[in-house]
């Protein structure tokens, strides 16, 4: 099972990035699996630190994927041995890792949880937080799938918006549209 989740790491220049990411919980342990290259991957290889930070705000996935709206509040913390959470994660774990397992596309990082922390309650599924989810991973290819297919599935997608949609959703989707109108505009030239 993979859980879409958010993952801060920091790099050597104490920068924390933010990055979508899916990843598995196998036996109270975390692997996840950044692709090759990533800041992620360089991040966590020079470190071993990470944070998942489970979250209900779709806003954070698509603003970084379309990118804009990269920069969210992280928590205020001085130990440098923990990455910081995103103020708005439902949970966060802080990780470190442990196996490195190397792939030449997408290598797998296990790694041992250090803190579980719940901030917030789990409020119940929601339809428009699927279809942004689904939506931002179309956006994360929209080099590398046919652009017809990605209209095709946002069409779908748009159901559960219309329907189900809260202010937070709607603001999502409209970042994934916009960026997928500009994407047409630049491909058109
Ligand atoms: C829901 C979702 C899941 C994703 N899962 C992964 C993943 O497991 N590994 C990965 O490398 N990128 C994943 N991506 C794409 C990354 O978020 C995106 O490419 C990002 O820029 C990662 O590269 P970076 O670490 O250099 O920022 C996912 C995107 C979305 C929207």
């Given at each position: 099972m993979i859980h879409e989740v958010i993952v801060t790491t920091v790099s050597e220049k104490n920068i924390v990035h933010i990055a979508p990411m899916g990843i598995q919980l196998i036996d109270d342990r975390v692997i996840i699996s950044p692709f090759r290259p990533s800041q992620t991957l360089e991040n966590i290889t020079k470190n071993n630190l990470a944070t998942i930070n489970f979250i209900d705000d779709v806003r954070v996935f698509a603003g970084i994927v379309t990118k804009y709206k990269k920069d969210w509040e992280l928590e205020d913390i001085k130990d440098k041995s923990v990455v910081p959470r995103l103020t708005l994660a439902n949970t966060h774990y802080n990780v470190i890792a442990k196996e490195f397992k190397d792939d030449e596309k997408r290598p797998n990082i296990v790694c041992d949880i250090s803190k579980k922390v719940i901030?917030?309650?789990?409020m119940g599924f929601n339809r428009a937080q699927f279809s942004v989810i689904e939506a931002s991973v179309l956006v994360s290819r929209l080099r590398m799938l046919p652009i017809e297919k990605i209209l095709q599935e946002i069409e779908y997608l748009k159901i559960g918006i219309k329907k189900t949609a809260g202010p937070r959703e709607s603001q999502a989707w409209k970042w994934i549209e916009d960026k997928i109108q500009e994407f047409q505009k630049e491909n058109m030239k």
């Open positions: 901030h917030k309650p789990f």
